[in-house]
């Protein structure tokens, strides 16, 4: 087992997963097909000398990232500001108009135009998964392919590439070939990814999924960086300190800048910590529910599980005996009457527990304990509401 981003080999197991989606935002038409919904396990490992967390049974091959693959966070309010937020800071940073900016799985390209709109840059995106008009509209063309070495010759001043990194099984070599493609240039770069620290220290324990195969740190992230023959100038926290945004620049081989992230940078020691800390707060917790499940099972009562998003589908594909458990709520329309891939739970509506009269209401985020037990309350619902706290 090696680490694939310092190929260190003395790698700590943290957890496994044994059967989880490998893509776990998908929700299927009826039981039998999320039932047979592909399945991969999670085996994390934290490498102590780089301070990166990978999934050493990760295989590229389970997941196809295609025209129908949707994740795109552009519809909320707040992703919005934030984007809006970024966009005016690296333009700040870097001076865009009349400049030319590059986008490494760009989507559907909204990032680029919200840029090239404030900035007055030109955009060029890839991404295999872009579904609209070919050529180019307005300042920005986005072409339906991956960014490879060949790009090369298409020039840019700023490479950026948001939420993919931690998609790529290979990270070191794949920012290899972006320098490469650099070439003798001093393009400037933007990469930004989760912020594994913060997951660490929330107990995320729900958060981790499939398609992330990768688990950056600020110190891995660095260093992934600076390996392959970039000026690291900044990593930042962002969006509450739920990412990290690496600034940085091709360095000319002659300035390369050491190897290692400066020490003060690094807290390699804490992260060990917190990796232990985090695997202790899995194991009670995967316990605790486990035992409430089958206490529930035993005397013939069942439970709901609050939000079909990844932390709902995780928690269950995550346990052995999830008999008791009922359904899926969820308040958005479009995940209602639809199945959970792996165990095969149907997602209802709120409305719908007046007919099913849960005993209890498993609540994975306790910012929305009271919001929810409010709207029990107002659908008649008289159910126990547990809520995932820290052990
Ligand atoms: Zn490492």
Redesign the pocket.
């Known amino acids: 087992m090696i ?6 080999t003395d ?1 700590i197991h943290c957890l496994t997963i044994p059967r989880v989606p490998v893509l776990c935002n998908v929700l299927f038409p009826d039981r039998e097909s999320a039932r047979a919904a592909p399945t991969g396990t999670l085996d994390l490992r934290f ?6 967390l990978h999934n050493a049974a990760f295989d590229p091959k389970t997941l196809a990232y295609s025209a129908d693959y949707e994740n795109s966070l552009h519809h909320s309010p707040r992703f919005q500001d934030y984007t809006q937020t970024l966009a005016a800071a690296l333009h700040a940073r870097h001076r865009l108009d009349g400049k030319r900016v590059a986008e490494i799985a760009s989507g559907q390209g909204d990032f680029l135009r919200e840029l090239a709109e404030i900035s007055g840059c030109h955009g060029i995106g890839f991404d295999p998964a872009y579904r609209g008009p070919a050529g180019e509209h307005g300042r920005v063309e986005v072409i339906p392919e991956p960014y490879s070495d060949h790009q090369a010759r298409r020039e840019a001043d700023l490479i950026l590439c948001r939420h993919a990194l931690e998609h790529i099984a290979q990270p070191a070599a794949f920012v290899r070939m972006v320098r490469r493609a650099i070439g003798d240039r001093s393009t400037a770069v933007y990469f930004e990814v989760p912020d594994a620290r913060f997951t660490l220290r929330d107990l995320g324990v729900w958060d981790l999924i499939y398609e992330h195969c990768g688990y950056f740190t600020r110190e ?1 992230l660095t ?1 992934v960086f600076r390996e392959a023959g970039f000026r690291v100038d900044a990593v930042e926290g962002a969006f509450g300190g739920q990412f990290l945004g690496l600034h940085g620049r091709a360095a000319s081989p002659r300035s390369q800048a050491p190897h290692l992230a400066s020490p003060e940078d690094q807290d390699l020691a804490g992260l060990g910590e917190l990796v232990r800390a985090f695997r202790r707060a899995y194991a009670s917790k995967v316990a605790h529910w486990e035992s409430e499940l089958s206490e529930l099972a035993r005397s013939g009562r069942q439970a709901v599980v609050w939000g079909a998003g990844s932390k709902g589908v995780s928690l269950v594909n995550t346990l052995t005996d999830f008999g008791a458990i009922a359904a899926l709520v969820d308040i958005n329309p479009v995940k209602q009457g639809r199945f959970v891939p792996g165990t095969g739970h149907p997602v209802v509506a709120p409305a719908d527990l007046a007919a099913i009269r849960p005993d209890r209401v498993l609540v994975l985020n306790p910012q929305y304990r009271d919001e929810i037990a409010a709207q029990l309350q107002g659908l008649g619902v008289r159910a126990e509401v547990l809520v995932d706290e820290a052990p």
Request: charged share 5%.
């Open positions: 680490c694939p981003v310092c190929a260190g790698l490498c102590p000398g780089c301070g990166h891995s260093r």
